[in-house]
């Protein structure tokens, strides 16, 4: 079973601190995503990996960057966290498909609360 | 219009019933289509792939209308255990997914 962990389940932080967020798999996907999943909006693209050490923007980067400097871990960093950043946090992974089946494998989550 | 739509609900039936969800989608050239279930407090998983024939799976039949640019799932028989989040996604390009808000439904005795 391809298994996808994050480092927390719940995290507080305060304003303006720096937040790390890991996610690892086990599956030697290529693909890693970062999304938040918000109330009536869904889950929302931050940003995703295709490779080791590189990275694409999602829908909504702004406050967030991402490093990836092994195949199975990709970092989700919050430079200065603020309110509006409380959210659940997913990190997914899914083998390198182009436009064919591409099911995304899923972590269990964050809960991240920032005061 | 949203990238992706659909009611969010919630649908509250009885067990036994039969429930439909739909989901607009607004990129024409969206390839791939998936209905994903989430659970309360738990990760979304794959529920099922949709093809442009529609495809069953047990009590799951998922459709495809590329005309009307809608994706639809039909559960028949409802169970308790169907309680959940069904989210529709939709592949922007190559590895970019779209995903729904969702649409929220609950089995009831």
């Known amino acids: 079973d391809v298994k996808v962990t994050q480092s927390s389940r719940y995290l507080v932080k305060r304003t303006g601190e720096k937040v790390f967020l890991e996610c690892v798999q086990d599956?030697?996907?290529?693909?890693m995503f970062w999304y938040r999943q918000d109330p009536g909006l869904g889950l929302r693209l931050i940003y995703f990996?295709?490779?080791?050490?590189?990275?694409e923007k999602g829908d909504i980067p702004e406050g967030y960057s991402v490093s990836r400097e092994k195949k199975e871990r990709f970092s989700l960093i919050l430079e200065s966290a603020s309110t509006n950043q409380t959210s659940m946090y997913l990190c997914?992974?899914?083998?390198?498909?182009?436009?064919?089946?591409?099911?995304?494998?899923f972590g269990p989550g964050t809960r991240l609360t920032v005061l | 219009r949203k990238e992706v739509e659909q009611d969010p609900g919630p649908f509250n039936v009885p067990e036994g019933a039969t429930v439909a969800f739909n989901c607009t989608y607004s990129?024409?050239?969206?390839?791939?289509f998936f209905w994903y279930r989430q659970d309360c407090r738990k990760e979304p998983k794959l529920l099922m792939s949709?093809?442009?024939s529609g495809n069953e799976d047990g009590r799951f039949t998922a459709q495809l209308n590329r005309a009307s640019q809608y994706i639809s799932l039909l559960i028949r028989d409802s169970k308790l255990s169907d309680s959940a989040t069904y989210l529709c996604?939709?592949?922007?390009?190559?590895?970019?997914?779209?995903f729904g808000a969702g649409t929220r439904l609950t089995v009831k005795p």
């Open positions: 997914a992974s899914s083998f390198l498909a182009g436009i064919a089946y591409n099911e995304q494998f």
């Open positions: 599956m030697d996907h290529e693909n």
């Open positions: 990996s295709y490779d080791v050490k590189m990275k």
């Open positions: 990129n024409s050239a969206s390839q791939s």
């Open positions: 949709v093809y442009s």
């Open positions: 996604v939709v592949n922007w390009d190559n590895n970019d997914m779209r």
